[in-house]
């Protein structure tokens, strides 16, 4: 279907993809899912999630999004993610499905707070998030004096490098999907996609470890505290 199925009320686009009845589930068979989708399982996944669970047209904001050029951009970024044989297409698909699994738990709505916005740049950060990876950590390409190092100051340069690349799409003709967004809200998603796939840098991943435990113990006490106050009424 080669624009996945642009229309929200369309369901025949998805009917022969049976794998998507399981999609919230952490057990989700990628390897199948590449073979179900004729190995496009990064945008037909992405496509489903933003038509069909997101629909991110009746997102406040997001109204005129160019879901035509959506799908455009998101079929170039799989075409053109790389061959390397574990930051890939499939990586990004995987990655993609994680975050819905997250997103979609009571938790990012009831104590996170997540809006449907977030949600969005979150899956889209996602898909991103490792776009033309060149298969060689951050530390490497410093001590190796590596031009993408050179061109981002040593500072997160794999990750700084793969959402420049990912952004660089949306010049190409056709696939300025945020053309007729207000500018504001094009700034937005720039801002929410570039700060998720900084985060990505394993350098910071001790402080990210911290911030989780900090909301589970907030998840915790809420519940013990609706506990007690069950109890009492």
Known sequence: YPLCALAV??????????LLSESK???????????????TPLSVLFMYLCTRVLRVTEI?????????KLSRYIRKIEESYGNNPYHNKLH????????????????????????????????????????RHVGWTNGYLVKTDHEIAWNYNDKSVLENYHVAEAFKILRKDNMNWMEDLPL????????CVIDIILKTDMAQHNWHVTEINKLNRKKKKVTELRGRSSETA
């Not at 589930?25 to 190995?39: A, G, H, R, Y």
């Not at 406040?60 to 160019?66: H, Q, S």
């Not at 504001?184 to 801002?191: A, G, N, Q, T, Y």
Request: net charge negative; charged share 25%; hydrophobic share 35%.
């Open 9 to 18: 009320s369309d369901e025949r686009p998805y009917k022969d993809y049976s």
């Open 92 to 131: 990004a698909a995987d990655i993609v499905h994680a975050c819905y699994c997250i997103c979609s738990r009571p938790f990012c709505s009831n104590i996170v707070q997540l809006s449907p916005f977030e949600k969005f740049t979150i899956i889209l950060g996602g898909a991103l998030h490792d776009f």
């Open 184 to 191: 504001d809200v094009c700034k937005e998603i720039r801002s």
């Open 60 to 68: 406040p904001g997001l109204e005129n999004i160019n879901m035509e």
């Open 25 to 39: 589930s952490w057990n989700w068979n990628l390897w199948e899912w590449d073979q179900q989708t004729n190995e």
